[in-house]
């Protein structure tokens, strides 16, 4: 059962701002989607892998070479003096 | 330190790989300079970007692995570590969680096995410069590869905290795997530490330090949490599990503010990366061209030449230093000498100039040259010392500096005659003092005769012919 | 003079009618932005549209077109591309206000070879905020109305994509198909939509949703068509370590091939939830479809029933992560606050509409700590059982038949507010997905009703060729 304290948690670690009444509507709904999904939690999964990729291929690796790529600051947005400013950061 | 308690701490060590590129773009790995000039949108975080893997930083990981050895795993395995912070723009960290590349290996020091847990690779974040009202950010740092590398909480004090570091930060500069400058933050400490009363088996609960950047606020955080947590204990307070920051200038550690939920990093595989395989064959030829590492070294140094633990030690500390006394011991067979002016001469210089062994202007075969002309005798030490200074200041060679000064020894009997008949005049007090049975002032005859003849005689020439005199 | 239909043919077609010079490259474009400019407005396909940079490519082609019989595939054909892959120096906003102002620096790899075979793009599609949903009715831009007829979807999500094909305001597509995006649409609207293999068309530049998943497509009149784009785009790419490093065969689609072909029907397809209108044409187009083949057999895929709760677990967590990177920090909409914490809330609440927030939410707790076992490790357990079930069905058969969604298209507004609902729409469409196989979705006859049905040819991972070929045999059955 998910309630709505538990989404609010789970909004605060998604740093997605919710409203009182958006946060209570999500609840209901989220709740009938995730009780769908509870179909699968009784299948007999002893044994079976997780599958983690789409295909199973191995990790290719590339030559350290340096490819210098056009300057790139002009498509971050919130810059001064090329840097990207935000809000202080308590430390 | 309390005694009633038993200290307990493991180290993570960071340490920043010395590659070309970036972990997963093909940036130049250098940061410093103008901010945000070495970015992509693979590492700036942009929309639709995918990590490539750089072939370098898997070898430098596995080099380390082998090194400190570990167990290379065949398959490992990427993950997202996921938490909001303004220098992380994807949101993520792509690190090593369930399957890092190696596993189980160990350090000694002092004849101690410090146990590795692993070591995994993973990507820097960028840097911030905060201030009370905003933060600025660079993301030059953005995906520059590390790897961390965990100890078992194996360690007993803070002194062998510290000697662990020395000697990983050896042995990673003896690999070539990082220049582990921790003041530019190529290799970075995070200590975690707790209290157990003496005899006790469960560990207590512990704290974890950061903001690190010598070995000396590695040293005192650690005492100084040693001394905060038993006195919490002495009065019955219960230690909190959290993450402390030093403060370097006040040399206390307070607790990081501005963290107000607790950490959840809801790691799961990273979907962009597939699995690391790496085949024996390429870790055993990683493992072949591993170079001589220090404690095999000092095996050499200390049984083939006969060198004192000291002198192997200060020889050992840098592998150019190292290498420096093998080039050199090639064309002077003379090792002790050879280490002796190593140490003292070379290792003066060095100091006081603040500079490597790499910049030093002598070259191994040059002091080689010297050291043999010392040990033909066709110079004596004091005159051996003056000409290394020349050398130092002209960079010109032992050989040309002799014969324009004339310094090599004289054959000239007629002038030791001259100045030992000079010098028992002038002390006659001396002479006679000798004739009375006080033998041991001789050494000042002989460095009397050494003054009037400019060192141009070896005193052991001189006291021959005092004591044929006398 | 322009003849006012050109848009309105295939792509061999045209490039026949070049290469023969019966036409102009500008013939085309004009064609087609004239009927962009008569339909869009009503449709709302396009987020931006480049005019001006597809008549000059297509006039400077006309100029300096030297050699006819060296066209390339795609030489001034004007493809469309869904607006959550990236073409340099044009808006990419995925449909969201979050990225409503985002300029792409770079070309997505398929954009790029796009470009290399000598596709003009036209402009960028609307689609379901992020490609989360089936309908293209969440987009920040406006829902996209279903040309057939306006007052339905036109399936999503890249509903854009599939609608400015079927009007001709485009004469091929790109989509992304996470789990079903470009089959579901192509059904909706009737035309052709290919989901490739996963890893056989490079996803660098393709904004991602859920990684593991995420496929970009192409849609077109015919499943010939699509060929010839995924032709263009598909290849081993160094930036996206998840492509197939195997040679990229050039397909051309032959529909006599299937006479040697085993077709598979899952029994477990015609089964409570499937539209009876929709059984009936399918059940047709394969009795139809066996005198051209013989084998028609039953296969089982016992796991798929699972598909769509295995589906949104996966999807949705990889896109918690995915979209993590939408902070207000770099780029984007910021909305300014005091406090660090703040803005980033604040951004992500206006920057994000209520189903992405949604699948945000589910995903972060289905990765969060006590529950990942439960959720998204137990998810991924299923889909190794559901690639299972496919590759013991495919040593019985060389392609998949089923109906490519089990309900017809809806009426706008008609299930926005039953999300849940809308999920099951991609029971059949997310198994592929999941696979890592190839699937496309044909055209079926109308139903009595007249409502478009999408048949869905599935085939193991790199077995596009066959499930074109089955494909381009339906629609000549439908002819």
């Known amino acids: 059962m998910l309630t709505q304290i538990d989404l609010e948690k789970v909004a605060k670690l998604a740093k997605l701002g919710l409203t009182l009444e958006e946060s209570s509507r999500l609840t209901g709904e989220i709740e009938k989607i995730i009780s769908y999904f509870q179909q699968i939690k009784h299948l007999n999964l002893y044994d079976v892998t997780p599958m983690t990729h789409a295909v199973s291929i191995v990790l290719p690796l590339r030559y350290d070479e340096i490819r210098p790529t056009k300057c790139l600051v002009e498509y971050l947005s919130y810059k001064k003096f090329n840097y990207i400013f935000v809000p202080a950061v308590l430390e | 330190m309390n005694s009633k308690y038993e200290v307990i701490i493991g180290l993570e060590v960071h340490v920043q790989l010395k590659t070309r590129t970036k972990l997963f773009c093909a940036c130049p790995a250098e940061f410093g300079g103008q901010p945000n000039t070495n970015i992509c949108p693979i590492c700036s975080g942009l929309p639709g970007v995918l990590p490539t893997m750089n072939q370098h930083a898997v070898d430098l990981a596995i080099k380390a692995g082998l090194a400190l050895n570990c167990q290379i795993s065949e398959k490992s395995s990427f993950a997202r570590k996921h938490y909001f912070y303004p220098d992380l723009p994807k949101g993520y960290q792509i690190t090593q969680y369930k399957e890092p590349l190696a596993i189980n290996g160990f350090v000694e020091i002092d004849g101690l096995k410090i146990s590795i847990r692993r070591i995994h690779l993973e990507e820097d974040s960028g840097k911030s410069i905060h201030s009370p009202t905003e933060s600025l950010i660079d993301f030059n740092r953005c995906g520059v590869p590390l790897i961390e590398i965990v100890t078992e909480p194996e360690i007993r004090s803070p002194d062998q905290a510290v000697k662990y570091l020395q000697t990983l930060r050896q042995i990673m500069r003896y690999l070539d795997v990082s220049d582990c400058e921790m003041e530019k933050a190529h290799f970075r400490c995070e200590p975690n530490i707790s209290l157990r009363p003496i005899g006790q088996k469960q560990f207590g609960v512990r704290t974890e330090l950061k903001n690190l950047n010598s070995l000396n606020s590695v040293h005192q955080a650690l005492e100084f949490e040693i001394n905060r947590q038993s006195k919490i204990l002495d009065t019955g307070g219960v230690i909190v599990q959290e993450t402390l920051f030093w403060d370097e200038q006040n040399r206390v550690a307070g607790t990081m503010r501005g963290k107000e939920e607790s950490e959840d990093y809801r790691y799961f595989p990273e979907p962009d990366l597939p699995v690391l395989v790496l085949n024996r064959e390429n870790i055993d030829n990683i493992k072949n061209t591993l170079p001589l590492l220090p404690w095999q070294r000092k095996k050499i140094l200390k049984e083939k030449y006969n060198l004192s633990e000291n002198i192997v030690n200060i020889i050992l500390e840098t592998k150019e230093f190292a290498d420096y006394f093998v080039e050199t011991i090639k064309l002077c067979d003379d090792a002790k000498l050879v280490a002796n002016w190593l140490v003292t001469e070379v290792k003066a210089v060095l100091n006081d100039k603040s500079i490597s062994i790499n910049e030093f202007n002598i070259i191994p075969k040059e002091l080689a040259n010297l050291l043999n002309l010392l040990r033909a005798q066709k110079i004596t030490g004091t005159v051996a010392k003056e000409i290394f200074t020349d050398m130092v200041l002209t960079n010109k060679t032992a050989t040309e500096i002799v014969n324009e000064k004339g310094l090599f020894l004289s054959n000239d009997d007629s002038l030791l005659i001259k100045s030992i008949d000079e010098v028992l005049t002038e002390n006659a007090d001396i002479v006679a003092k000798y004739k009375s049975g006080k033998t041991s002032v001789i050494s000042f005859l002989i460095g009397a005769v050494l003054q009037k003849t400019h060192g141009k005689l070896t005193p052991q020439k001189i006291k021959d012919k005092i004591l044929e005199k006398l | ?479």
């Not at chain 3, 001006?52 to 077109?65: F, G, R």
């Not at chain 3, 906003?93 to 796009?114: E, R």
């Not at chain 3, 994000?352 to 137990?378: A, M, P, Q």
């Open chain 3, 1 to 479: 003079m322009i003849n006012p239909d050109l848009c309105d043919l295939t792509i061999s077609v045209l490039h026949n009618k070049i290469k023969n010079r019966e036409i102009k490259f500008s013939d085309i474009i004009f064609s087609v932005i004239k009927r962009v400019k008569s339909e869009d407005q009503k449709i709302n396909g396009y987020i931006s549209i480049f005019e001006e940079d597809a008549i000059n490519q297509a006039v400077d082609l006309d100029k300096t077109i030297k050699n006819f019989e060296q066209l390339k595939p795609l030489s001034g054909i004007p493809i469309a591309v869904k607006d959550n892959i990236c073409v340099k120096d044009k808006l990419t906003t995925c449909g969201s206000k979050i990225l409503a102002n985002f300029i792409s620096p770079y070309d997505a790899t398929a954009v790029a070879k796009l470009k290399v075979a000598g596709a003009i793009i036209i402009g960028k599609t609307n689609l379901d905020e992020f490609a989360m949903g089936s309908s293209t009715e969440t987009s920040y831009f406006g829902p996209t109305s279903n040309p057939i007829d306006n007052r339905y979807v036109p399936g999503g999500s890249s509903g854009g994509s599939a609608a400015v094909v079927k009007y001709s305001g485009a004469i091929g597509a790109l989509g992304s198909d996470t789990g079903g995006s470009v089959r579901h649409p192509a059904a909706f609207c009737g035309v052709a939509g290919l989901k490739p293999t996963y890893g056989r068309v490079s996803r660098y530049g393709l904004v991602a949703f859920a990684s593991s998943l995420d496929c970009v497509g192409a849609l077109g009149k015919t499943a010939e068509d699509t060929a010839i784009i995924f032709n263009a785009i598909a290849g081993y790419d160094e930036m996206d370590a998840t492509t197939i490093n195997t040679p990229v065969k050039n397909i051309s689609v032959d529909s006599n091939a299937i006479k040697k072909y085993t077709i598979g029907i899952p029994k477990e397809v015609f089964a409570e939830g499937l539209d009876g209108r929709i059984a009936k044409v399918i059940e047709d187009t394969i009795n139809n479809l066996r005198k051209r083949c013989r084998n028609v057999k039953e296969v089982s895929l016992p796991n798929t029933k699972y598909a769509v709760a295995t589906y949104y677990l996966i999807c949705m967590a990889e896109a918690s992560s995915n979209l993590a990177r939408y902070d207000g920090v770099k780029y984007g909409l910021r909305v300014s606050s005091s406090e660090l914490k703040d803005l980033y809330a604040q951004t992500r609440d206006e920057g994000f509409n209520t189903e992405v927030k949604r699948r945000i939410l589910i995903g972060t707790y289905g990765l969060s700590k006590g529950y990942y076992d439960e959720y998204y490790g137990t998810a991924q357990k299923v889909r190794n059982l559901i690639k299972q079930d496919f590759d013991q069905a495919f040593k019985d058969c060389d392609v998949i038949i089923t109906p490519t969604t089990p309900v017809l298209p809806f009426k706008l507004g008609e299930q926005i507010s039953d999300p849940l609902a809308m999920y099951l729409g991609d029971i059949f469409t997310t198994p592929a997905n999941l696979a890592g196989i190839t699937a496309i979705s044909v055209p079926a006859p109308l139903t009595i009703d007249n409502f478009p049905v999408g048949i869905q040819i599935t085939g193991p991972a790199l077995g596009e060729e066959q499930i074109l070929n089955t494909a381009k045999a339906i629609e000549e059955i439908n002819e």
